[in-house]
Nanobody
Framework: QVQLVESGGGLVQAGGSLRLSCAASGSIFRIKSITVMGWHRQAPGKQRELVATITTGGITNYLDSLKGRFTIARDNAKNTVYLQMNSLEPDDTAVYYC??????????WGQGTQVTVSS
């Protein structure tokens, strides 16, 4: 089993920045089988959407509308993925979820961290 624990959410004014972290813990064997890690978000009344992903080798993918403001990074030694969010806007308000995908195709989700951007 692998647990994903997010941190770093909170309340910030528009134009501000936040850095989210997601640490994977649990079975070392399972952790080493993680291929892609990423972030999704879900705003009230909306579907969950992909924010960004990063492979073990560092290949990244972003929601087009977030390119230039959000940056995903990964520390494989610490089994941690980060999301640096700059120039935050009220529309970025959502619960942000960490996700890990394994070599067998299965996925794990974190419990989510709330990000609220005030205008």
């Amino acid at each position: 089993q692998v647990q994903l624990v997010e941190s770093g959410g909170g309340l910030v004014q528009a134009g501000g920045s936040l850095r989210l972290s997601c640490a994977a813990s649990g079975s070392i064997f399972r952790i080493k089988s993680i291929t892609v890690m990423g972030w999704h978000r879900q705003a009230p009344g909306k579907q969950r959407e992909l924010v960004a992903t990063i492979t073990t080798g560092g290949i990244t993918n972003y929601l087009d509308s977030l390119k230039g403001r959000f940056t995903i990074a990964r520390d494989n030694a610490k089994n941690t993925v980060y999301l640096q969010m700059n120039s935050l806007e009220p529309d970025d308000t959502a619960v942000y979820y960490c996700k890990a995908q394994f070599t067998n195709g299965m996925m794990a989700w974190g419990q989510g961290t709330q990000v609220t951007v005030s205008s």
